[in-house]
C-alpha cells in the first residue's frame, strides 16, 4: 500500500514536469516563477476586474486594455460580469512595487500594495504575449509568480542638450523603460549645446540657448564655433505644456522623471542667453559642439544675480515635476574662470573658502539650502564630493565607483552610473563597424555583469545605494533609430541588474531569454544591436606562462581562430581552451553562430615576446582608472595596442607615466622600447619625449637615451615605438620616463594637459 502510493505520487510529480510549460522569457528575471499547464487566452469576452472607487487603478486598467486593443484589436471592458476575468487586488501586505501574479485557465489574477506593483504584474504579462497578433487568441501560460524588485532607483538618463529628442521619441523611450520596470527617467535637459525647457521668466533660455548652427556632419570636438550671421537650425525645447504632459505619461508607467537643470558648470546655453550670468560677462554664441575655446561654460559663482536666477528657474521647474530629487548637475566644472574673476575671488575671501573646490561646494549648497526650502532634495554627480559635499545631497557616481563609495560611507544616498559599464553612448561591440560612439566598450555581458553594490561597503552602507542607472550622452546619438541602438538590449541588461536578486543572476539563462526579446524589438520595428559578436580576447599569465582565453557573447557561438595573420574561416582551428602564446604571433578570432562566421571584422590581437613578459611594472604616477587595459601589469603583457582608445592602452593623466620593471634576475638585454598612441580629438598626444634607464639595484639608475618625439603633434592619430638600441647590458630593473604633453595651440583643450597611453614596454 505505502509502495504503491509511492509510486502514484511520483507519477504524478513526474506528469506535472513533463507537462509544465517552459518559462516565458521575462526580463528582468521574476523572483520565483512556478510554471502550471495550459493558457489563460485572452480574447474580445475577457473583462478587467478592480475597485472601482479607485481612480488609481483605472488608469492602470486604462493602460492594459489599451495596450491589448493595440495589439489585438480586441477591446477588453471594466468591471463586467464575465466567465474569464483579470483581476487587480490591493493587499496591503505585499513589498512596494512588488506583486503576486497567479494565472489559471480562467483568471489572471495580480495583487499588490498599490497600481505600481499591479502595472508590473501586467508587464510580466505583456512579455509572454507576442508583440503583434492581429485578433488571434493572446494565450498567456499558467503560472505563478512572486516578484519585487531589488532596488528602489531603476533608472535611465537622456542627454536631450547634445541632440534634442522630441516628446514623441521621449514617450517611446518612457514605453521602453516600463516595459523594462525601470521607474527613473533621469531627463538632462540643460548643457552647454542647447537648453530645452521653457522658462518664462527668462524666455531667451529657449528663444537662443535653445539653437545652435548645424555641423552635425563634422567631429564633435572639431567644431567650428558659430560666426555671426550664421543661422543656428538646429535644437528644440520643451514648452512646460509639453512637460507636463510627458510626465503625466512617465508617471501612468510608474516612472518618476527627476530632471537635471545643471550648474555650475555645462552652462554656455544659459550665459549664450543671458551672458551676464558669466565671469566674464562677454556675450557668446550657442556652441555647436564640443570646441570650448574662448567660451564661457560656468555661472559666475561670486554673483548674487547667479543665485536669484537659479531660484527663479528652480521655482518654476519644480511644480512640474513631482519628484522627491532635483539633479542640479555639478561634473566637470573648469575652476579656472573662477580662479581669474574678481567677483569669484571676493566671495571666496568673504566666505573664508580656501579654494575653487569650496567654491564649487557653496554653490551647491546654497542651491541646496533653496530646493530643501521646497521640500525637494537634490541630487549631483560626483564631483560634488570635492571642497566638501551639501548636508543632504544625494551622489551619482559617473568616474567609475569611487564617489559612490565615499558618499555612501558619509551616509549619503547614491546612484550608481559608472562610466565603466553604465554608459549606454560606449560602444557595445565591434568597435569596427559599429555606428560612431564616444568611445568605450560597455558589452551587454560587461552591463550583465556589474553590481552595483561595491564589494568595498558593509552592510550598513550599501543601505545608501538606492539603486543604479544606465547614462547616455548624445554627441553622437542624432536620430531615433540611433539612440534605439544604443539603448537595446543593454536597457534589457540594466533591468535584470537592477531587479532581479543577485543570486538569480545567470548570463547564459538571460542569453536565452534575450533572444525572445530580440524578435519582440523586431517585430516592434525598433532598432537594436544584435549583440557583441567580437570574440573576447583575454591574454593571461599562468606560472610565468602567457596565455589567452577567448569568448564570445552570442548564443551557442563557437570561435575559430588562426595565428599565421590569415583570416579566420569555418575551417580554422575551433578555440577549446586558452592557447599558449610562445613567440610573437598575430591571432584573429571569429565568431561563428548557425555555421555562419558573424561580425564584420575578426578580433585580431598582436603579441610580441620578450625578456620582460609577465614581470610586475610599479608606477610613479598612478594609472587613470578609466584606463586600466588589461589589469597592472598591461605594460609587460606581450599584448599590442590597436588604434581603439578604450582597449589595451594605460592610460595617464597630467603626469608623467614613470613606470619601473623588476626583471627579477640580472638580465642581458640590448634595446628597449614603449609603445604610445595618438588620437588628437580624444586628447590623446605621443610623449614630448621618453627617457630609457637601467640599474642592478634598484636605487641608482644610469640614463641609456632620451629619445624625442619625431611625430607632428597636429597628426590625427599614430601608434608609434619609442625604441632606444644599446650595447648588452646585465641588469634587473628598467625605468621608462614619458613625458606628458599638453594640447597643442588650436586644439580645443589647447594648453591644457593631454593624456599619454602606452601599451608595451618591450625588452630585448
Ligand atoms: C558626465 O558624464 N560628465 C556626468
Ligand atoms: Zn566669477
Not at 21 to 35: A, C, N, R, Y
Not at 87 to 100: A, L, N, P, W
Not at 359 to 372: A, T, W
Not at 473 to 478: L, V
Amino acid at each position: 500500500m505505502v509502495l504503491k502510493k509511492t509510486v502514484l505520487l511520483l507519477f504524478l510529480l513526474a506528469s506535472v514536469l513533463m507537462n509544465a510549460q517552459q518559462q516565458p522569457s521575462i526580463i528582468p528575471k521574476p523572483v520565483d516563477l512556478k510554471m502550471g499547464n495550459g493558457n489563460f487566452t485572452i480574447d474580445g469576452n475577457t473583462t478587467i476586474q478592480y475597485d472601482k472607487s479607485r481612480k488609481d487603478l483605472k488608469a492602470t486598467a486604462d493602460f492594459f486594455a489599451s495596450y491589448i486593443k493595440n495589439i489585438s484589436g480586441f477591446s477588453l471592458k471594466s468591471n463586467k460580469a464575465a466567465a474569464k476575468k483579470v483581476e487587480f487586488v490591493i493587499e496591503k501586505s505585499i513589498q512596494e512595487e512588488g506583486y503576486q501574479l497567479t494565472v489559471s485557465l480562467t483568471a489572471i489574477v495580480i495583487k499588490a500594495s498599490s497600481p505600481k506593483g499591479v502595472f508590473y504584474g501586467i508587464q510580466s504579462i505583456l512579455q509572454t504575449l507576442p508583440a503583434i497578433r492581429n485578433n488571434a487568441a493572446l494565450e498567456v501560460p499558467v503560472m505563478q509568480v512572486n516578484d519585487y524588485p531589488r532596488f528602489k532607483w531603476r533608472g535611465m538618463h537622456l542627454d536631450v542638450s547634445r541632440h534634442f529628442f522630441g516628446p514623441d521619441m521621449i514617450k517611446e523611450y518612457i514605453d521602453l523603460m516600463a516595459s523594462y520596470k525601470i521607474n527613473v527617467f533621469h531627463w538632462h535637459l540643460v548643457d552647454d549645446q542647447g537648453w530645452r525647457i521653457a522658462i518664462k521668466k527668462y524666455p531667451k533660455l529657449t528663444e537662443i540657448g535653445a539653437w545652435r548652427v548645424d555641423n552635425t556632419n563634422l567631429n564633435w570636438r572639431e567644431r567650428p564655433q558659430a560666426k555671426e550671421g550664421e543661422k543656428p537650425t538646429y535644437g528644440g525645447f520643451y514648452t512646460q505644456e509639453q512637460i507636463k504632459e510627458i510626465v503625466k505619461y512617465a508617471a501612468e508607467r510608474n516612472i518618476t522623471i527627476v530632471p537635471e537643470i545643471e550648474m555650475p558648470g555645462h552652462v554656455a546655453s544659459a550665459i549664450a542667453s543671458y551672458p551676464q550670468l558669466s565671469c566674464t560677462q562677454q556675450p557668446q554664441l550657442p556652441m555647436t559642439g564640443g570646441n570650448y575655446s574662448n567660451m564661457s561654460s560656468n555661472y559666475c559663482a561670486g554673483n548674487d544675480e547667479v543665485f536669484s536666477f537659479l531660484e527663479n528657474v528652480l521655482a518654476e521647474v519644480m511644480p512640474l515635476f513631482p519628484s522627491s530629487y532635483i539633479h542640479i548637475g555639478g561634473d566637470e566644472v573648469d575652476k579656472g574662470p573662477w580662479n581669474k574673476c574678481v567677483r569669484c575671488q571676493a566671495r571666496m575671501k568673504s566666505e573664508g573658502l580656501k579654494d575653487e573646490h569650496e567654491l564649487q561646494s557653496y554653490f551647491i549648497k546654497r542651491i541646496e539650502k533653496f530646493v530643501i526650502s521646497k521640500k525637494r532634495k537634490i541630487i549631483g554627480w560626483d564631483e560634488i564630493l570635492e571642497g566638501g559635499l551639501a548636508p543632504e545631497a544625494a551622489v551619482m557616481s559617473w568616474r567609475g565607483e569611487a564617489g559612490g563609495i565615499e558618499a555612501a560611507k558619509m551616509k549619503h544616498n547614491v546612484v550608481m552610473t559608472p562610466g565603466t559599464p553604465f554608459y549606454f553612448d560606449h560602444y557595445q561591440a565591434g568597435p569596427e563597424g559599429e555606428l560612431l560612439a564616444i568611445g568605450g566598450f560597455n558589452t551587454v555581458k560587461r552591463v550583465y555583469d556589474y553590481d552595483p553594490i561595491p564589494k568595498e561597503l558593509n552592510k550598513e552602507d550599501e543601505a545608501y545605494i538606492l539603486g543604479a542607472q544606465a547614462s547616455v550622452w548624445t554627441e553622437y546619438i542624432t536620430t531615433p533609430e540611433h539612440l534605439e541602438y544604443m539603448v537595446l538590449p543593454r536597457m534589457a541588461a540594466l533591468a535584470e541588474v537592477i531587479w532581479s536578486p543577485k543570486e538569480n543572476k545567470n548570463w547564459d539563462n538571460f542569453n536565452e531569454r534575450l533572444q525572445y526579446h530580440f524578435k519582440g524589438y523586431a517585430q516592434k520595428g525598433l532598432h537594436y544591436s544584435p549583440g557583441n559578436f567580437t570574440v573576447n580576447v583575454k591574454p593571461f599569465s599562468e606560472n610565468g606562462q602567457l596565455l589567452v582565453s577567448l569568448f564570445t557573447e552570442a548564443l551557442n557561438g563557437q570561435i575559430r581562430y588562426t595565428t599565421d595573420g590569415t583570416e579566420p574561416t569555418l575551417q580554422s582551428e575551433k578555440y577549446e581552451k586558452p592557447i599558449g602564446i610562445k613567440s610573437s604571433l598575430v591571432l584573429k578570432a571569429a565568431t561563428v553562430v548557425d555555421g555562419q562566421i558573424k561580425g564584420l571584422q575578426a578580433a585580431k590581437q598582436n603579441f610580441v615576446m620578450h625578456k620582460a613578459i609577465g614581470n610586475s611594472v610599479q608606477y610613479t604616477n598612478p594609472v587613470s582608472q578609466y584606463y586600466l587595459a588589461d589589469g597592472p601589469n598591461s605594460l609587460t603583457d606581450g599584448v599590442r595596442g590597436t588604434n581603439a582608445v578604450g582597449k589595451y592602452w594605460h592610460g595617464f593623466s597630467e603626469k608623467d607615466m614613470i613606470a619601473t620593471i623588476d626583471l627579477g634576475q640580472a638580465t642581458t638585454i640590448e634595446n628597449i622600447s614603449l609603445g604610445c598612441l595618438q588620437n588628437y580629438s580624444d586628447w590623446i598626444f605621443l610623449p614630448q619625449s621618453v627617457k630609457f634607464e637601467v640599474s642592478t639595484d634598484g636605487k641608482f639608475f644610469k640614463e641609456i637615451k632620451t629619445v624625442n618625439n619625431p611625430v607632428d603633434i597636429n597628426q590625427k592619430s599614430a601608434v608609434h615605438n619609442f625604441s632606444a638600441t644599446f650595447t648588452q647590458e646585465k641588469v634587473r630593473y628598467i625605468k621608462v620616463t614619458a613625458k606628458n604633453n599638453l594640447c597643442p595651440p588650436g586644439h580645443s583643450g589647447a594648453g591644457k594637459p593631454g593624456w599619454l597611453f602606452a601599451d608595451e614596454i618591450i625588452v630585448e
